[in-house]
Protein backbone atom coordinates (compact mmCIF):
# COMPACT_ATOMS: atom_id res chain seq x y z
CA UNK A 1 0.00 0.00 0.00
CA UNK A 2 0.93 3.36 -0.43
CA UNK A 3 -0.76 6.75 0.79
CA UNK A 4 -0.45 10.14 -1.08
CA UNK A 5 -0.70 13.38 0.23
CA UNK A 6 -0.80 16.53 -2.02
CA UNK A 7 -0.14 20.23 -0.84
CA UNK A 8 0.57 22.92 -2.50
CA UNK A 9 -2.04 24.43 -4.70
CA UNK A 10 -3.52 27.77 -5.19
CA UNK A 11 -4.24 30.44 -7.00
CA UNK A 12 -1.76 32.23 -8.88
CA UNK A 13 -1.45 35.19 -11.91
CA UNK A 14 -0.67 33.68 -15.30
CA UNK A 15 3.27 33.73 -15.82
CA UNK A 16 3.63 32.92 -12.01
CA UNK A 17 5.11 29.86 -10.36
CA UNK A 18 3.73 27.12 -7.92
CA UNK A 19 5.19 24.04 -6.85
CA UNK A 20 3.27 20.99 -5.36
CA UNK A 21 4.61 18.16 -2.96
CA UNK A 22 3.27 14.75 -2.95
CA UNK A 23 4.42 13.11 0.47
CA UNK A 24 4.43 8.99 0.06
CA UNK A 25 4.30 6.89 3.08
CA UNK A 26 3.81 2.95 3.67
CA UNK A 27 6.09 1.59 1.12
CA UNK A 28 9.49 2.24 -0.08
CA UNK A 29 9.13 5.26 -1.67
CA UNK A 30 12.16 4.35 -3.53
CA UNK A 31 10.37 1.33 -5.20
CA UNK A 32 7.95 3.23 -6.88
CA UNK A 33 7.59 5.44 -10.32
CA UNK A 34 5.11 9.04 -9.77
CA UNK A 35 3.70 10.79 -11.51
CA UNK A 36 1.35 13.97 -11.98
CA UNK A 37 -2.02 14.25 -13.72
CA UNK A 38 -4.46 16.99 -14.08
CA UNK A 39 -8.37 17.15 -15.15
CA UNK A 40 -9.87 20.19 -16.03
CA UNK A 41 -13.80 20.92 -15.59
CA UNK A 42 -15.56 18.84 -18.28
CA UNK A 43 -12.31 17.39 -19.20
CA UNK A 44 -10.41 14.27 -19.53
CA UNK A 45 -7.90 13.26 -16.63
CA UNK A 46 -4.63 14.23 -18.60
CA UNK A 47 -1.08 13.03 -17.96
CA UNK A 48 2.02 15.75 -17.02
CA UNK A 49 4.77 14.21 -15.57
CA UNK A 50 6.40 11.50 -14.36
CA UNK A 51 9.60 9.94 -12.86
CA UNK A 52 11.00 6.60 -12.11
CA UNK A 53 11.66 5.44 -9.03
CA UNK A 54 15.22 5.87 -8.93
CA UNK A 55 14.77 9.47 -9.86
CA UNK A 56 16.92 9.67 -13.15
CA UNK A 57 14.39 9.25 -15.91
CA UNK A 58 11.57 11.71 -16.29
CA UNK A 59 8.70 11.96 -18.98
CA UNK A 60 6.80 15.17 -19.64
CA UNK A 61 3.27 15.95 -21.91
CA UNK A 62 4.34 17.83 -24.60
CA UNK A 63 1.98 21.07 -22.77
CA UNK A 64 4.42 20.91 -19.67
CA UNK A 65 7.84 20.17 -21.39
CA UNK A 66 9.94 23.56 -20.50
CA UNK A 67 8.08 25.20 -17.70
CA UNK A 68 7.64 22.05 -15.32
CA UNK A 69 10.11 20.20 -13.70
CA UNK A 70 9.42 16.86 -12.15
CA UNK A 71 11.89 15.86 -9.20
CA UNK A 72 11.70 13.74 -6.14
CA UNK A 73 13.59 13.22 -2.73
CA UNK A 74 13.67 9.71 -1.80
CA UNK A 75 15.00 10.29 1.44
CA UNK A 76 11.81 12.46 1.79
CA UNK A 77 9.66 10.36 0.56
CA UNK A 78 8.63 13.21 -1.67
CA UNK A 79 7.70 13.99 -5.59
CA UNK A 80 7.72 17.77 -6.56
CA UNK A 81 5.94 19.37 -9.69
CA UNK A 82 8.12 22.68 -9.95
CA UNK A 83 5.59 24.70 -12.36
CA UNK A 84 6.78 28.13 -14.06
CA UNK A 85 5.31 30.49 -16.55
CA UNK A 86 1.69 29.15 -15.56
CA UNK A 87 -1.21 29.82 -18.19
CA UNK A 88 -4.79 30.09 -17.35
CA UNK A 89 -5.05 26.96 -19.48
CA UNK A 90 -3.13 24.89 -16.44
CA UNK A 91 -6.17 25.59 -14.36
CA UNK A 92 -7.18 22.20 -13.25
CA UNK A 93 -6.74 19.73 -9.96
CA UNK A 94 -4.01 18.32 -10.26
CA UNK A 95 -2.96 14.08 -8.63
CA UNK A 96 0.13 12.96 -8.24
CA UNK A 97 0.14 8.73 -8.63
CA UNK A 98 2.27 6.16 -7.65
CA UNK A 99 2.99 2.80 -9.52
CA UNK A 100 4.67 0.15 -7.71
CA UNK A 101 5.29 -1.93 -10.14
CA UNK A 102 9.04 -2.17 -11.52
CA UNK A 103 9.40 -1.52 -15.12
CA UNK A 104 12.64 -1.40 -17.62
CA UNK A 105 13.24 2.22 -19.09
CA UNK A 106 11.48 1.76 -22.05
CA UNK A 107 8.35 0.36 -21.16
CA UNK A 108 8.22 3.55 -18.15
CA UNK A 109 8.46 5.38 -21.47
CA UNK A 110 5.92 3.52 -23.20
CA UNK A 111 3.26 3.56 -20.35
CA UNK A 112 3.89 6.23 -17.77
CA UNK A 113 1.85 8.73 -19.39
CA UNK A 114 -1.20 6.39 -19.03
CA UNK A 115 -3.31 6.67 -15.70
CA UNK A 116 -3.90 2.94 -16.30
CA UNK A 117 -0.54 2.56 -15.13
CA UNK A 118 -0.93 4.04 -11.43
CA UNK A 119 -2.35 1.78 -8.80
CA UNK A 120 -2.11 4.56 -6.05
CA UNK A 121 -3.47 8.25 -6.00
CA UNK A 122 -3.54 11.30 -4.31
CA UNK A 123 -6.13 13.47 -3.80
CA UNK A 124 -6.32 16.29 -5.57
CA UNK A 125 -4.91 20.05 -4.94
CA UNK A 126 -6.67 22.76 -7.11
CA UNK A 127 -4.17 25.11 -9.18
CA UNK A 128 -6.40 28.32 -10.48
CA UNK A 129 -4.68 30.60 -12.95
CA UNK A 130 -5.62 34.10 -13.57
CA UNK A 131 -4.83 35.99 -16.51
Known amino acids: QVQLVVSGGGLVQAGGSLRLSCAAS????????MGWFRQAPGKEREFVAAIRRSGGMTNYADSAKGRFTISRDNAKNTVYLQMNSLKPEDTAVYYCAADSRQSTIPYFLGNSGSSRQYNYWGQGTQVTVSS
Open 26 to 33: GRTFSSVA
